[in-house]
């Protein structure tokens, strides 16, 4: 592939106080360059000049007036010094950080390449933060599968390439890990349970290696690890201690000078998001004009955005349902608390009665609609019962006592929803719709940031098309990556200001 060498991290400290920060890789059809990135204030930025380099883009800087106008093939980009903001061919779009005229050099986040590159080249651009690699064009890309077989003892996993790439394999405290050391490589795969106690989980964590973790279970005994070619794969046959001779846990403890665990991992903003996706199995949701049922786009756009997450902002996904299956509104939470989630996002499809009506809109908790149409949306998707046993699992008062654990995360709700509400907007055409509160019993007892976004209305014809395009499903996908990417960066800045910026997809 195209990596060659591990790249090193650089502290060589300017005059001027900006430090270096880790090179970026830009791979252009079968092209590989190595950027360096700088550090500017918040940002994470590259130099202009050096990124358009070799792509038919001309620059011309008018450093009194604080502009640069970029063209290629006809098109136009300007950008304004200290603006979050480029025009393109006259039309204004916002950036997520502002460029930075120094020196005269212009500066670009990383994570505004995207925005700025794609209308100038006319090309598709993808940021991939996670291993810092900037796509140019339609690159191809290794595709990694992962199977697994588990007998009575033994549990064979194989991860098969369509390309040949190295495989690392290592053992660690509780885990086998396989690094996969190339730019970027595209997993559909992102998490699976195991039976038989061999092995517990495998979870695709991506990073700068592509790593995938194989989490041991009890009745582990050993690792035989075996690269094969034609196709490229890497086998992995872990085998399984004898029931009768199981070894009773042990405690491992803290080495000395290390940071707990819960320590470590309060350090980093988001690590684990749950994917709802709405409705299942006789449960069919919203019926749109033609017959388009909400349960299925629901999945659609779960699956879809379930791969962007992992595979640009470099955190593990989890979908509560991975097919056409009925789950209470219960269980969704449930299972978000069971994966120790740190947002909890329930997708659906609104309808109404109105011919009008069309866009998105987030929820998140309250007892009190905002609104007439927020109590009918509560009330479609499912909102809090009443029952005659006011003790009873189901009961507003048993609802009460166990919202009190959403009560603790509304602050987070909230900020999670007007993030993705500001997200859609631009792709959904919902910028008047806001964010709204509803009694939604599927949020109820969701102990991490929860919300219930509306994607589009199935009852609109014209919507009801755009829910079954695959284009615009993977539009509203990139609006939710930015909006959880921009809520991850401010609650990392809540948690701790001295933390470093949340990585955007882009």
């Known amino acids: 592939m195209f990596r060659e060498s591990a790249w090193a991290l650089l502290a060589i400290a300017f005059a001027s106080g900006e430090a270096r920060a880790k090179p970026i890789s830009v791979l252009d ?20 000049v050096s990124l358009v380099q070799g792509l038919g883009v001309t620059v011309v800087s008018d450093p009194l007036t604080g502009k640069a106008t970029l063209t290629c093939q006809g098109r136009e980009v300007v950008l304004f010094h200290k603006k979050n903001l480029i025009s393109v061919n006259g039309d204004l779009r916002l950036l997520s950080g502002p460029l930075l005229l120094e020196s005269g050099r212009w500066y670009v986040p990383l994570d505004s390449l995207a925005k700025l590159l794609g209308p100038l080249l006319n090309q598709p651009i993808s940021w991939r933060p996670a291993q810092r690699v900037l796509l140019i064009g339609n690159v191809r890309l290794p595709r990694v599968t992962v199977t697994t077989e588990v007998g009575a003892d033994r549990a064979r996993i194989v991860l098969q390439s369509t390309e040949k790439i190295p495989f690392q394999v290592r053992q660690g405290e509780g885990l086998v890990v396989v690094d996969m050391p190339v730019e970027a490589v595209e997993v559909a795969f992102q998490s699976e349970r195991l039976t038989g106690g061999i092995v517990e989980a495998i979870e695709f964590r991506g990073g700068p290696d592509n790593t995938v973790a194989i989490l041991l279970g009890p009745r582990f005994r050993g690792v035989r690890a075996q690269q094969l070619d034609e196709p490229s794969r890497m086998v992995l046959d872990i085998e399984a201690a004898p029931l009768a001779t199981l070894p009773m846990p042990s405690a491992s403890p803290t080495p000395a000078g290390a940071a707990p665990a819960t320590e470590v991992r309060q350090r980093w903003s988001l690590r684990t998001v749950v994917i709802d996706p709405g409705h299942g199995g006789d449960e069919v949701g919203a019926l749109g004009p033609t017959g388009t049922l909400e349960k299925d786009v629901t999945l659609a756009i779960g699956r879809k955005l379930r791969s962007a997450l992992a595979n640009r902002l470099g955190i593990q996904v989890f979908l509560t349902r991975e097919g056409d299956q009925a789950l209470s509104l219960d269980e ?82 909230s900020a999670l929803a007007s993030r993705l509400q500001e997200a859609l907007a631009g792709v959904t055409g919902s910028e008047g719709r806001g964010v709204k509160q509803a009694p939604f019993r599927v949020l109820v007892g969701a102990t991490m940031a929860a919300v219930l976004l509306e994607v589009a209305f199935i009852s609109h014809p014209e919507e009801e098309k755009l829910l079954v395009s695959d284009a615009y499903q993977n539009k509203v996908v990139t609006a939710i990556v930015d909006g959880i990417a921009r809520y991850g960066r401010e609650r990392a800045q809540r948690l701790d200001p001295r933390s470093v910026a949340w990585p955007s997809h882009r």
């Open 29 to 48: 059809g079968t092209r590989r360059r190595e950027l360096t990135s700088e550090s500017r204030g918040d940002a994470d930025t590259v130099e202009l």
């Open 332 to 413: 969704r939470a449930a299972i978000a608390n069971n994966y120790k989630a740190d947002v909890f996002l329930s997708i659906h499809a609104n309808a109404s009665r109105s011919q009008d009506a069309r866009g998105s809109e987030v929820y998140f908790l309250s007892y009190h609609p905002t609104d007439d149409e927020s109590r009918r949306v509560a009330l479609a998707e499912g909102s809090l019962g009443t029952s005659s046993d006011p003790t009873a699992p189901g009961s507003d008062l048993a609802l009460v006592l166990w919202d009190m654990a959403q009560a603790d995360h509304l602050e987070e709700s």
